[in-house]
């Protein structure tokens, strides 16, 4: 089955950066987009920032000009530079890939997390 890790959290205080990273694995026939979405304590799960085969890439607006998703796509593996990072940014990171199957279908595979706690 199609699996996905995240890695490079951890704890920053305010103002610094961290970089995540995902690698998929398993029976990925074809991505259509990864994405980056979060959850804080208490929250429902927030949509951070998307990238598409093609390149196209969306933010939220509580990240745009801070947060910046790349992708390798040879390697499936998608990328979350975090830049000027704040309180607010504290939050489970998630690592999504919506792909097309083998058979045809399109699904969403997630990560299982990794912690991003910015002390003030």
């Known amino acids: 089955q199609v699996q996905l890790v995240e890695s490079g959290g951890g704890l920053v205080q305010a103002g610094g950066s961290l970089r995540l990273s995902c690698a998929a694995s398993g029976s990925i026939f074809s991505v259509n987009a990864m994405a980056w979405y979060r959850q804080a304590p208490g929250k429902g799960r927030e949509f951070v920032a998307r990238?598409?085969?093609?390149?196209?890439?969306t933010y939220a607006d509580s990240v745009k000009d801070r947060f910046t998703i790349s992708r390798n796509s040879a390697k499936n593996t998608v990328f979350l530079q975090m830049n000027s990072l704040k309180p607010e940014d504290t939050a489970v990171y998630y690592c999504n890939c919506n792909a097309k199957t083998f058979l045809g279908g399109t699904k969403d595979y997630w990560g299982q997390g990794t912690q991003v706690t910015v002390s003030s």
């Open positions: 990238i598409t085969s093609g390149g196209s890439t």
